[in-house]
Each structure stands twice: as structure tokens, then as C-alpha cells.
């Protein structure tokens, strides 16, 4: 079962906030425009890409209590080492503390990701992923990746961004598959296929 949450401007104000400080990330330690909004008044930036991770992982909880979690980012991407210097410092504020390591993601390497609690896949071809997130579905690992296709090709939550900022898709079956549980608190942003509630 897929779901989409689709952020309005105002929504994704909304999440950016909620994600954020569910991460612990304090205003005067997270961006200056975060600290300058006043409680009240909306604040129309949709979140980055690490707020928007370390959220995920922070409503997401493991079969077992984890002291801190590993987040693992494609070692092929362009842009994972900049991504991987956002997510240390910001993570290292998080509760529990988010650490990323950069990793080559292939099917004949799953044995080499076992001790990674996320894998952001990143926009990688989902085509070839596929033998890799089933294999990963049976280990309580949360896979995030871009695209609709990532979720139909077995991954846990797609990231797509738009013009309104950030959707997620989340595929219950194997989010239940694996293990881990998603907060209810993330799961009611996010608006069915169809257009109900859930």
C-alpha cells in the first residue's frame, strides 16, 4: 500500500518545523531564518534535504532501542559528500545522534549494508535496485530514495520535489514488512492516492 503526502507552501512550513524540532535541532543552532520567524507566522521555506532525512528517521523506530543510527549514502553520488557534511553536523544534534557513512550501493554488496539503519538512495536508476531492496526489506532498514518508482521497486519512502516543496510516498507493506514503525504524527500528513485521509 502506497501513500503520498503532498505538502501545500503552508504544510511544508508546517513539517519543516515539526521535523525539525522533533530532531532537536534548537532555532539558534539550526537556520537564522527559524530563529527570526515569530512563533505565530508561517514560515513558507519547505525543508532541506537533511532536515528533511533526519525527520524520516526520527518518526521512524527500530525493533530494537538504538543509541545512534547510521545513515548510509551512496558513495557514487555527486553530491553525497556535501550531503554527508549536512547530515553529521545536524545530526549530531539529533536524539539519538545520526551519523552517515558513504557506501556503494549494489546488490552484491547488501552484506556491506546490513549495519546501516537508513540508506538514502538518492535519484539513483531504480531499474537495477530492485534485487537490493527486497533483500534489504527483510532487515529492519529504513531506504529512502527520489522518484515515484522508488516505492514500487520495494523502497520505503520516495522524496519528490516540487515547485510547493517536498512529497513523500510511504509503502506501508514494507515499512510492516521489515519491522520498523512510522509515528503516527508522520503518517497523518500523508494524503492517499485517492485523495482520503488516512
Known sequence: MLTRLRLPTWRSATLAMALSACATLAPAQGSADAAAASPGAPNTRPPALPELLLGILHYTRWPQPLASHRLCLNDGDADAVA????????????????????????ADLADSLLDCQAIYFGAMPVRGL???????NRHPILTLGQGDDFCSYGGKFCLLQGAQGWQ???????????GLRVNARLLQLTVRPAGGRP
Open 83 to 106: 550531503l554527508a557534511r549536512e547530515l553529521n553536523a545536524q545530526g549530531a544534534q539529533a536524539v539519538p545522534p545520526v551519523h552517515s557513512a558513504l557506501r556503494s550501493l549494489r
Open 130 to 136: 530492485q534485487p537490493l531492496l527486497l533483500r534489504l
Open 168 to 178: 513523500i510516498k510511504a509503502n506501508l507493506d514494507a515499512i510492516a514488512y521489515s
